[in-house]
């Protein structure tokens, strides 16, 4: 093996590791639209202001999180976090697609390297064909190609998983802030001069309806 091809099965672990704990930490420490988005206010008294409900919902989100990265969270407000998903599926993509053409360039030295091994025995005169597998079988340079050509089709395995894992864990992140969109802000204080000279304080605790 050579120290090219050696090198990437060694790294592969170690670096789709190294990718998935980017994105996870990116992930956590991504800022927060606060309460998941802006939604219209609707004023029923002077002192109370209540804050309407999403007109999506989390399978909705769920879905729109799944067709297209970003989608779900964008329609629920969370823009930063639809930013993040969005730049993460689409990184994730465009290593894919680079990986595809790789792996066509390493087929088509491994085919390149057999023709021309296969011709070079026939013009020597060599025709049994379990002959001329097993020199295939034992040429350096060939080997090489070949797994070369392995590592690149594992690494592509690895990005597939990759790209699933952030459209699942997108879509189960939209479907969560859009539940969490439908709660208002859970505690207010208000504080007003009373009769007596004092303070009054208020507490008003909201529930969703």
Known sequence: MSMQSRGLVERRPSRILGIA???????YFAPSDGRAQELPVVTGSPDVTVI????????GAFLRAVIV???GHASIGSYNRGS??????????YTLLRTR????EAQGRVEFREDFLRQQMVANGETDLAVIESTLGVDADL???RELLDARLEQQEDLVALSLFLIFISG?????SAHLARFPAPLEIDASPAASGGIQVALRLRLPN
């Open 52 to 59: 309407s409900p999403s007109t999506v919902s989390p399978g």
């Open 101 to 104: 053409s790789r792996i066509s």
């Open 21 to 27: 704990s980017v994105l996870l930490a990116l992930l």
């Open 84 to 93: 993040f998903y969005f730049a993460a599926q689409a990184a994730s993509m």
């Open 69 to 71: 990265p970003g989608w």
């Open 143 to 145: 080997s090489d190609v």
């Open 172 to 176: 189960a992140d939209a479907y969560v």
